[in-house]
T-cell receptor
Framework: DADVTQTPRNRITKTGKRIMLECSQT?????MYWYRQDPGLGLRLIYY???????NKGEISDGYSVSRQAQAKFSLSLESAIPNQTALYFC????????????????????FGPGTRLTVL | SQELEQSPQSLIVQEGKNLTINCTSS?????LYWYKQKYGEGLIFLMM?????EEKSHEKITAKLDEKKQQSSLHITASQPSHAGIYLC????????????FGTGTRLQVTL
């Protein structure tokens, strides 16, 4: 079984609809992330969470909201979808190791889900 | 402007040829991560570099970190069709070990 799962894998919706994308992980990691990927723009961070009570905005959070229901679950919502939110969405998890900050920081790699392809018509 | 630039944006090489992908940051690099993505799929972790001058290899892929130039390179020796995909670099440029910033990706095709 996959360590990081995303549902649905594909979704087509209409402008103005509310959409929820779900992410679950069995890795036991505290940190979870939501990204979107657009052609030519790479991955951009939408929201991230360090634990159930700690949620932070990323670089492109407008139009999105998140919910960290449990350590293992992190959901992304589009309250009123618009066509320019058409993209590939990825969830990721990580488990920080070592100290934070500076050149000696240790930061474990992020583990990614398979992605959700969202099309907003 | 992009904080992490990758070059080239796309690359087509013949099987057996070597190639290099570069990742350049406009800010200090506190950790650099290379990922590979098969088209339309999730990202697979390749390597992490933290110290200037550090070099790591896995099978035919070698990555180096030039701290002074704020740059990392990914070199593939004797490319194979299985190397095809999108290569992304991600970096901690905040120094807080809280999140990664990703480059725009390099799309690699390997022809027979």
């Amino acid at each position: 079984d996959a360590d990081v799962t995303q549902t649905p894998r594909n979704r087509i919706t209409k402008t103005g609809k509310r959409i929820m994308l779900e992410c679950s992980q069995t890795k036991g990691h505290d940190r979870m992330y939501w990204y979107r990927q657009d052609p030519g723009l790479g991955l951009r961070l939408i929201y991230y969470s360090f634990d159930v009570k700690d949620i932070n905005k990323g670089e492109i959070s407008d139009g999105y909201s998140v919910s960290r229901q449990a350590q293992a679950k992190f959901s992304l919502s589009l309250e009123s979808a618009i066509p320019n939110q058409t993209a590939l969405y990825f969830c990721a998890t990580s488990d920080l190791g070592g100290t934070s900050g500076g050149p000696q920081s240790s930061y474990n790699e992020q583990f990614f889900g398979p992605g959700t392809r969202l099309t907003v018509l | 402007s992009q904080e992490l630039e990758q070059s080239p944006q796309s690359l087509i090489v013949q099987e057996g040829k070597n190639l290099t992908i570069n990742c350049t940051s406009s800010k200090t690099l506190y950790g650099l991560y290379w990922y590979k993505q098969k088209y339309g799929e999730g990202l697979i972790f390749l390597m992490m570099l933290q110290k200037g001058g550090e070099e790591k290899s896995h099978e035919k892929i070698t990555a180096k970190l030039d701290e002074k130039k704020q740059q990392s390179s990914l070199h593939i020796t004797a490319s194979q069709p299985s190397h095809a995909g999108i290569y992304l670099c991600g970096a901690d440029i905040s120094g807080t070990a809280s999140k990664l910033t990703f480059g725009t990706g390099t799309r690699l095709q390997v022809t027979l």
